[in-house]
């Protein structure tokens, strides 16, 4: 079956950094646009960034833009977020999502999700 298994998230202060990982195994990753999504207590889950599934194109949130890159890894199942400049705002749960083919900011188009992985950030 599918598994979509994010890494990396943890305690920062704020202006630090954090790379987060997301492992996909049983399915052809080359051929999925991945999107990473977030999560805060109390609020809807919000889109963050997106990567098509040649690498070549992305899209990002304009609340991160400058700050966070979403890169990928094909030979290795692999997509990854780095997050510099980190604010307490983004304190939140982060997830990884998959769909076939073209990449799209809607959360309701992903097939796939991983279980999230925690980011907090202090002040």
């Known amino acids: 079956q599918v598994q979509l298994v994010e890494s990396g998230g943890g305690l920062v202060q704020a202006g630090g950094s954090l790379r987060l990982s997301c492992t996909a195994s049983g399915l052809k990753f080359p051929l999925h646009a991945m999107g990473w999504f977030r999560q805060a207590p109390g609020k809807e889950r919000e889109f963050v960034s997106v990567?098509?599934?040649?690498?070549?194109?992305?899209d990002t949130s304009d609340s991160v833009k400058g700050r966070f890159t979403v890169s990928r890894d094909n030979a290795k199942n692999t997509v990854y977020l780095q997050m510099n400049n980190l604010k307490p705002e983004d304190t939140a749960k982060y997830y990884c999502?998959?769909?076939?083919?073209?990449?799209?900011?809607?959360?309701?188009?992903?097939?796939?999700w991983g279980q999230g992985t925690q980011v907090t950030v202090s002040s």
């Open positions: 999502a998959a769909k076939m083919w073209e990449m799209t900011t809607n959360e309701y188009a992903y097939q796939y």
């Open positions: 990567i098509n599934w040649t690498g070549r194109s992305t």
